[in-house]
């Protein structure tokens, strides 16, 4: 069974539960504090996700154009019983 991931910036959705384990943001429009998280859990269940993010700063000055989050390890994982 594989995984799908979910992300979010300051707890806004940007992507829905999908497989793709890397998403790309542009960060036009969010100058100051934000935060991007990035939630996985085993494809087509409802179990609570693993969570992970990072806080981060966007100033306008030296800001990135994009902020890549990936998550690691990819699908599939095996699980041992």
């Not at 910036?9 to 793709?20: C, E, F, G, K, M």
């Not at 790309?24 to 935060?35: C, E, I």
């Not at 990035?38 to 087509?44: E, L, Q, T």
Request: negative net charge.
């Amino acid at each position: 069974m594989g995984s799908e991931s979910i992300y979010r910036i300051n707890a806004a959705v940007l992507s829905d539960y999908s497989p793709q384990s890397t998403f790309v943001w542009g960060t036009a429009g969010y100058l100051g504090k934000n935060r991007l998280q990035g939630s996985v859990r085993p494809a087509g269940s409802t179990d609570t996700p693993v969570n992970s993010g990072k806080t981060f700063w966007v100033n306008g000055v030296d800001a990135p154009d994009t902020v890549t989050l990936t998550t690691d390890p990819g699908s599939p994982q095996e699980v041992e019983e």
